[in-house]
């Protein structure tokens, strides 16, 4: 089976990203595996058609992929489209005020099943977004967030078919927003130490059960909201 693989790795002026990463895979390719890692600040990962200076997601295609990502720096830039099944990804972000944006099967193309992925972050002031077989059922999914520091933002959306997501945060003031729609159940566990904590949890598989634990300590100001539907009536906080 042919494999497209496009890289293209270029160094811009300084109105632009420092080093820009530009990536396409396509051809359903099986069992590749790709390993990019960035060291410095001002850094992109994104999609072959992007232009210096102005970025657009990577686009990754196929089944059994393994990414691992490696950015070290602050305020670099992670954008990434991934359409597969059996996908192992592993991100690791040391620094302060970075960007991680992920969706993995919006289209529903494979169905984004038997997805095993690590977010290893170290830092303060990072926001990371991850999307999840947003129109497919994310089966067995296990999914591991490692958060260690200050003031991050962590927006987690997945449509469940029996996965598992845990969550270790230790630091003050991040906040954390997670929703997990589907079918099958959803096991969830948040593991927190820290103050001025915000946690906006909605876990709605019909007809499942979801399973949910939250440890947290820390001093200071909370705000915890957990919302469990089960077909049911609607419920806020």
């Known amino acids: ?9 270029v160094c811009v002026p300084i109105y632009a990203a ?6 396409d895979q396509s051809s359903g390719a099986s069992n590749s595996n790709i390993d990019l ?40 830039k992670f954008l990434g489209d991934i359409v597969s099944d059996s996908y192992t990804g592993f991100f690791e972000f040391d620094g302060n005020s970075n960007t991680f944006n992920m969706n993995t099967d919006k ?6 099943d038997s997805s095993n992925v690590n977010v290893d972050v170290t830092g303060n002031s990072n926001t990371f977004t991850l999307n999840q077989a947003t129109s497919a059922l994310a089966s067995t999914l296990d ?8 003031s991050n933002t962590i927006t987690s959306s997945i449509n469940v078919d029996a996965a598992t997501n845990y969550v270790n945060i230790d630091g003050s003031d991040n906040a954390l927003t997670h929703t997990a729609t589907g079918y ?3 096991y969830f566990y948040l593991d927190h130490d820290g103050s001025n904590r915000t946690f906006n949890i909605t876990q709605s598989s019909t007809l499942d059960n979801d399973w949910l634990k939250i440890l947290s300590s820390g001093t ?11 077909q049911g009536t609607g419920t806020s906080c």
Do not use: P, R
């Not at 420092?18 to 990536?23: A, C, K, M, R």
């Open 143 to 150: 999914l591991d967030w490692i958060i260690n520091g200050s």
């Open 220 to 230: 200071s100001t909370s705000t915890v909201c957990v919302i469990q539907n089960d």
């Open 18 to 23: 420092d080093n820009e990463i530009f990536i």
């Open 37 to 76: 890692e960035q060291l410095g600040s001002g850094n992109i990962i994104g999609g072959a058609d992007a232009a210096a200076g102005s970025m657009t997601d990577l686009n990754l295609v196929g089944t059994g992929l393994t990414l691992d990502i490696n950015q070290i720096g602050d305020t670099n």
């Open 184 to 186: 099958a159940g959803n």
């Open 1 to 9: 089976m042919k494999k497209y693989l496009f890289i293209l790795m």
């Open 107 to 112: 289209t529903a193309t494979y169905g984004a």
